[in-house]
């Protein structure tokens, strides 16, 4: 990790937790077809689990940004992840850390899907 990376991981950080808490003018959010294959029931509350998701560590969390994570759910495991595109969604944002310059995708699949 560069300087300038590290420097940019807590506004990273902060800019995710708050597009995944809710904040969907920061990005969009996709599923997979086993998600979108749930009930509307179990599909909210696997939302709110990645909405309330808060257990990040050195192994999941590594570079600090907070844009992973892993979530259990009536016995299943299902992962959602943050990546970061320019406004068009055509290549990776240069500059994540920058919402003017950045859409953040959200996506939330069964591990089966990774």
Known sequence: MTTTEATQAPTIAQLNDRF??????LGQVFT???VKGLS???QQELFRLVRTFDEFTEENDPWKEHDYGRIKF?????L???DYF????EYGSEEPGNPA???RVLTLMHSSEY
Do not use: A, F, N
């Not at 995944?20 to 003018?25: E, N």
């Not at 009536?74 to 299902?78: A, L, R, T, V, W």
């Not at 320019?86 to 969604?89: R, W």
């Open 40 to 42: 509307s029931v179990d």
């Open 20 to 25: 995944r808490q809710g904040d969907h003018t």
């Open 86 to 89: 320019d406004k068009k969604l």
């Open 74 to 78: 009536k016995g299943e495991q299902y």
């Open 32 to 34: 997979t077809q086993l």
């Open 80 to 82: 959602w992840k943050i």
């Open 101 to 103: 310059v950045t859409t």
